[in-house]
């Protein structure tokens, strides 16, 4: 880093950045940069030289990016987005209010302001979205060197050289593709349709869902998908590291609202005490009166517990095992629908898949129940009273029940939130957890009631 170049203004937390971060990579710096202020930050990113700051800017890793633009100069920010990458910069225009939007627009050259228009254009989460226009591409007539020579004065300025595109002469449609490691063993003289590999090159649609994308290009092992319009030109490309940010971030989320909460979209200890409560309360808040029918279940079936107490002893038992039978099952399909594995249409195959399964892992649990009463029965360690065989096939049978509906609703669930256009992800463990705990004190009391009438109650 030139540290003459350093501007006197920066505080105390610009200098120390600068001071220990000598010898630093990228990603180590950028990280020192989310931990500094976003004046300081903006301050110490203005007093590097230009590629570097470039260069920290394009990482998706850097968290104030947005706001660091908005506070530095108009000149200082202008040279900035000029060297970032174009799906770089309508990702961080996207987070700004329209003024401040509209102020760093207007600072870009007009070829590069038609390239990122067309880009913020794409919804959220496509292949156009997250695709980059800065791709290297060649005519058909071109020769191995002619390529070579070209990629040479052109990378700098492209988001990868490690795939090249071939592109008919008059239609400019994506006809090839040849890898860098092919063009540079090719003949210099030789054409470049030599080197180019053969068949029709994978493509995406720019209304692709980055789910897609992904899989498409792990199932082609690809460094690079091109993205077409319906005449097969070429609009850009996706890269494997901007699928890996944006899967890491949907991710998060995801992770967030399965276990029960809105998601952050910030860093843990970057967001707020008064935001960690309203991310946080809303569904506990949702829960907590899912629960209270619970307690309401509990008061319909008062008369049964007053005649037979020992049976709110495998309340919690009960409970816990349907819910846990239902995060399994919703974490299950979840994670098949996100890979592509199951589609909507797979409902059914899932729920005869699940039926059988339920039944059989309720019956284990229904297993483990009943042997528990026997022995401490037989044991003396607890008496469940004159009855209490009843008692044990009680809680074989209700197990059954539950674990299976359990299972049952907690695969279904994604399923209906996803034929809602609703996120499945939506469907927490939580949430399945109350649901299941409410109709399992019914199927319990149910079942005690059909075996236990004439005795116990």
Same mark, same amino acid.
């Given at each position: 880093?030139?540290?003459?170049?350093?501007?006197?203004?920066?505080?105390?937390? @610009?200098?120390?950045?600068?001071?220990?971060?000598?010898?630093?990579?990228?990603?180590?710096?950028?990280?020192?940069?989310?931990?500094?202020?976003?004046?300081?930050?903006?301050?110490?990113?203005?007093?590097?030289?230009?590629?570097?700051? %470039?260069?920290?800017?394009?990482? /998706?890793?850097?968290?104030?990016?947005?706001?660091?633009?908005?506070?530095?100069?108009?000149?200082?920010?202008?040279?900035?987005?000029?060297?970032?990458?174009?799906?770089?910069?309508?990702?961080?225009?996207?987070?700004?209010?329209?003024?401040?939007?509209?102020?760093?627009?207007?600072?870009?050259?007009?070829?590069?302001?038609?390239?990122?228009?067309?880009?913020?254009?794409?919804?959220?989460?496509?292949?156009?979205?997250?695709?980059?226009?800065?791709?290297?591409? %060649?005519?058909?007539?071109?020769?191995?060197?002619?390529?070579?020579?070209? *990629?040479?004065?052109?990378?700098?300025?492209?988001?990868?050289?490690?795939?090249?595109? *071939?592109?008919?002469?008059?239609?400019?449609?994506?006809?090839?593709?040849?890898?860098?490691?092919?063009?540079?063993?090719?003949? $210099?003289?030789?054409?470049?349709?030599? *080197?180019?590999?053969?068949?029709?090159?994978?493509?995406?649609?720019?209304?692709?869902?980055?789910?897609?994308?992904?899989?498409?290009?792990?199932?082609?092992?690809?460094?690079?998908?091109?993205?077409?319009?319906?005449?097969?030109?070429?609009?850009?490309?996706?890269? %494997?590291?901007?699928?890996?940010?944006?899967?890491?971030?949907?991710?998060?989320?995801?992770?967030?609202?399965?276990?029960?909460?809105?998601?952050?979209?910030? $860093?843990?200890?970057?967001?707020?005490? @008064?935001?960690?409560?309203?991310?946080?309360?809303?569904?506990?808040?949702?829960?907590?009166? =899912?629960?209270?029918?619970?307690?309401?279940?509990?008061?319909?079936?008062? =008369?049964?517990?007053?005649?037979?107490?020992?049976?709110?002893?495998?309340? /919690?038992?009960?409970?816990?095992?349907? =819910?846990?039978?239902?995060?399994?099952?919703?974490?299950?399909?979840?994670?098949?629908?996100?890979?592509?594995?199951?589609?909507?249409?797979?409902?059914?195959?899932?729920?005869?898949?699940?039926?059988?399964?339920?039944? *059989?892992? =309720?019956?284990?649990?229904?297993?483990?129940?009943?042997?528990?009463?026997?022995?401490?029965?037989?044991?003396?360690?607890?008496?469940?009273?004159?009855?209490?065989?009843?008692?044990?096939?009680?809680?074989?049978?209700?197990?059954?029940?539950?674990?299976?509906?359990?299972?049952?609703?907690?695969?279904?669930?994604?399923?209906?939130?996803?034929?809602?256009?609703?996120? /499945?992800?939506?469907?927490?463990? /939580?949430?399945?957890?109350?649901?299941?705990?409410?109709?399992?004190?019914?199927?319990?009391?149910? %079942?005690?009631?059909?075996?236990?009438?004439?005795?116990?109650?």
């Amino acid at each position: 880093m030139n540290i003459n170049r350093f501007p006197l203004r920066a505080g105390h937390a @610009a200098r120390a950045f600068i001071n220990n971060s000598r010898g630093a990579t990228i990603a180590e710096r950028v990280d020192a940069l989310n931990a500094l202020a976003v004046q300081d930050a903006g301050r110490v990113l203005t007093g590097m030289p230009l590629d570097y700051a %470039v260069n920290i800017l394009d990482r /998706p890793e850097l968290r104030n990016a947005a706001q660091i633009l908005a506070l530095v100069s108009a000149e200082d920010a202008a040279r900035l987005l000029h060297g970032m990458s174009n799906d770089r910069v309508a990702d961080v225009l996207l987070e700004l209010d329209g003024e401040t939007r509209a102020r760093l627009f207007a600072s870009l050259d007009e070829p590069v302001r038609i390239a990122i228009q067309h880009l913020m254009g794409y919804p959220p989460r496509t292949a156009g979205g997250i695709m980059t226009t800065e791709f290297v591409s %060649v005519p058909m007539n071109w020769t191995v060197a002619q390529t070579l020579d070209h *990629v040479r004065q052109v990378e700098r300025s492209r988001e990868t050289v490690y795939a090249i595109y *071939v592109l008919d002469e008059i239609s400019h449609a994506l006809m090839h593709v040849v890898t860098l490691r092919r063009l540079i063993t090719g003949e $210099p003289d030789a054409s470049i349709l030599t *080197v180019a590999q053969k068949g029709t090159p994978v493509s995406a649609d720019p209304l692709m869902k980055q789910e897609d994308v992904a899989r498409l290009i792990r199932k082609h092992d690809l460094l690079a998908l091109p993205v077409t319009d319906e005449h097969g030109q070429m609009l850009g490309i996706v890269t %494997v590291d901007d699928v890996i940010d944006t899967m890491i971030s949907d991710t998060t989320e995801a992770a967030q609202r399965f276990g029960g909460m809105e998601a952050l979209g910030q $860093p843990y200890m970057k967001i707020g005490f @008064a935001g960690m409560i309203r991310k946080r309360a809303g569904w506990l808040a949702a829960l907590f009166l =899912g629960e209270m029918l619970t307690a309401s279940a509990m008061q319909h079936f008062e =008369g049964e517990l007053e005649k037979a107490v020992v049976l709110t002893l495998f309340i /919690p038992l009960i409970m816990s095992s349907g =819910g846990n039978s239902g995060s399994q099952a919703t974490s299950l399909i979840i994670r098949a629908l996100a890979l592509g594995e199951l589609k909507l249409s797979d409902w059914w195959k899932v729920l005869l898949r699940e039926l059988p399964t339920g039944i *059989v892992l =309720g019956a284990i649990l229904g297993l483990v129940g009943f042997t528990r009463i026997v022995f401490w029965q037989s044991a003396g360690l607890y008496d469940y009273g004159p009855h209490w065989q009843m008692v044990a096939i009680t809680v074989f049978a209700a197990l059954i029940g539950i674990v299976t509906f359990g299972s049952i609703c907690g695969s279904m669930l994604p399923f209906v939130l996803q034929k809602l256009r609703l996120d /499945p992800a939506s469907a927490s463990a /939580p949430f399945v957890a109350t649901l299941v705990d409410v109709t399992g004190l019914v199927i319990y009391f149910s %079942v005690a009631l059909l075996i236990l009438s004439g005795t116990l109650l």
